[in-house]
């Protein structure tokens, strides 16, 4: 669709296309009444009978690497006055555990492409202090598989621990294994067992490597070569530990060159050896064009369907009958521009412990592109069985702390937290009516997008919504007769006048979720308006 024909259309009613958003929304006052007439309307059909799929809590899964404040005056700070007996601070352990975080991968990332597992582990004090190549910065190792297993416990996540493929391979990951998951009676669990811990870490999941397509990646490999020592590293492991499930490395974005012909090499290679394969993507506003960064869940949903599409195809032509699903184990907003022109510690003999890195300040445009990336993860939840939102602390995080000051929460907390809290059951497919818009990147997009999820036993159902326009409310009705008789139990709408304001550490609740008051339920129809560039979740009972 021409530009022009978008700026002609007379009117902006329900299944036509509106003009792209603009960005001057700072100055939109909702008191305008004379927008009202010209409010956009959708209509949105919810039915429990179209399920998508059960939603697995892994889906609600965080990402610790060894990076920046992170770890270090991160989620460990033993001079913090909240710092428990191990140094892990509790201000932040309450706020992950109100984040509702599922599976935690762990320690990277790039970090983990350099990163001797043995290094980690034994008397602290004997530990080495390493130089990370990834990150430029040096690792005291004071934190460790132990302590972080520790602080998991606390918490209340899962390990999923990340094999060095990058500069180490299949002998390093069995050992590894063997260290964290044989009870005991050999050399590698009973050094475990030497170092304090007696019960196995019993490890489920695996990720064979971080990033290998990456020319960032330290041992950066061609599909060909890290695939064949994926392969050799799976069956390895799978020899010690037959019930790991093991994530073979996909692409690190959908704009990779090698993208589609990766995963179709890698998966040949290692289809028989491994559960799933992982995706990652960040997202970010560029060059002001915020019409194409409210509809990066466009571009998420074809990366999902792209890497299925070709699980598929290699399923097809090796005749399988088993299933290859996705670890989408790192996706976020991240200002990764930024991070190129700034961020970056040059130099060879001046690698700090813990710099400030990636430290992104998040707005409510962030919060409500993150919301609309979670809702892709739930549209795919027949096939996106795990994923891990980048990261967790300090670096592209929703927790900010200070060292010796507090901990808080940034504009994507809140997504994530009621998202984690309100998606049970399974997820439903959605029948959408609503305008399109234009966008630079990826053409003509819907201006609302939608999915819905059904807890049949605990007879609640919620719905997750956004507004990508930029200037214009959306009236929003849904179908909620197949549903029975229901009503709003709660209802949160992220927005503002200023779509640019964020939680910073003077003003640390600048922003947070409200009740959308305008939902009314009545004859099997739920109205609602949608502010514009507003995240949405309501939950029905
Ligand atoms: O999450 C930050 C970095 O992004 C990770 O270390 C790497 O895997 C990715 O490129």
Request: with cysteine; aromatic share 8%; net charge negative.
């Amino acid at each position: 669709m021409r530009r022009a024909d978008v700026e002609t259309e007379p009117e902006r009613g329900r299944g036509q296309r509106i003009r792209p958003p603009s960005v001057p929304l700072k100055r939109y006052s909702r008191a305008d009444t004379s927008r009202k007439a010209m409010m956009p309307s959708a209509r949105l059909t919810i039915d429990p009978h179209f399920s998508i799929g059960p939603i697995r809590r892994k889906l609600f899964g965080g990402f610790v690497e060894h990076l920046g404040r992170h770890v270090y005056d991160g989620i460990y700070e033993p001079g913090h006055e909240t710092a428990d007996a191990e140094g892990f601070r509790t201000d932040v352990i309450d706020l992950v555990r109100e984040l509702g975080v599922d599976t935690i991968r762990y320690p990277g990332g790039n970090f983990v492409s350099g990163f001797r597992w043995e290094d980690s582990v034994g008397p602290v004090a004997q530990r080495p202090r390493r130089l990370d190549l990834a990150w430029h910065s040096t690792e005291t190792n004071e934190v460790g598989l132990h302590e972080f297993a520790s602080w998991l416990d606390k918490v209340g996540s899962d390990l999923m621990m990340a094999v060095n493929l990058g500069t180490r391979g299949t002998l390093e990951a069995i050992d590894l294994l063997e260290y964290s998951n044989i009870a005991g009676g050999t050399a590698l669990s009973e050094r475990r067992i030497a170092n304090g811990r007696i019960e196995p870490f019993n490890v489920r999941m695996w990720c064979l490597g971080n990033e290998m397509d990456g020319p960032w990646q330290l041992g950066h490999r061609s599909a060909d070569d890290y695939g064949k020592i994926a392969s050799q590293a799976a069956k390895g492991m799978r020899q010690l530990d037959p019930d790991v499930q093991l994530v073979v490395c996909g692409s690190s974005s959908a704009h990779m060159p090698t993208f589609g012909e990766w995963e179709r090499v890698v998966l040949t290679h290692t289809y028989d050896d491994v559960d799933l394969i992982s995706c990652h993507a960040y997202y970010e506003e560029r060059g002001g064009d915020i019409g194409s960064f409210l509809a990066s869940a466009v571009d998420m949903d074809g990366f999902i369907e792209s890497v299925v599409a070709t699980a598929d195809h290699v399923k097809a032509v090796r005749g399988s009958s088993k299933q290859i699903d996705i670890s989408f184990d790192e996706w976020n907003v991240w200002y990764l521009e930024r991070y190129h022109g700034v961020d970056k510690i040059e130099g060879i003999d001046n690698w700090p412990i813990a710099p400030r890195l990636l430290e992104d300040v998040y707005s409510v445009v962030d919060a409500v592109v993150f919301g609309n990336l979670m809702i892709s993860l739930l549209k795919h939840a027949d096939r996106v069985a795990s994923a891990s939102l980048a990261q967790l602390v300090n670096v592209i995080a929703p927790i900010m702390t200070e060292p010796g000051g507090p901990a808080w929460r940034q504009t994507t907390f809140f997504p994530f937290s009621i998202t984690s809290r309100l998606a049970r059951g399974e997820a439903l497919r959605v029948k959408l009516d609503a305008p399109t818009y234009e966008t630079e990147a990826y053409g003509e997009v819907s201006l609302v997008d939608a999915v819905a999820t059904h807890d049949a036993e605990a007879g609640r159902s919620a719905v997750f919504l956004v507004n990508r326009s930029t200037t214009e409310p959306v009236t929003l009705t849904i179908d909620v007769a197949a549903l029975g008789e229901v009503a709003v139990v709660e209802s949160h709408t992220i927005s503002d006048d200023d779509v640019y304001a964020k939680n910073t550490l003077d003003d640390r609740e600048r922003v947070s979720p409200k009740p959308n008051d305008t939902a009314r339920i009545a004859g099997g129809e739920l109205t609602i308006t949608l502010p514009p560039v507003s995240w949405t979740a309501i939950a029905l009972a």
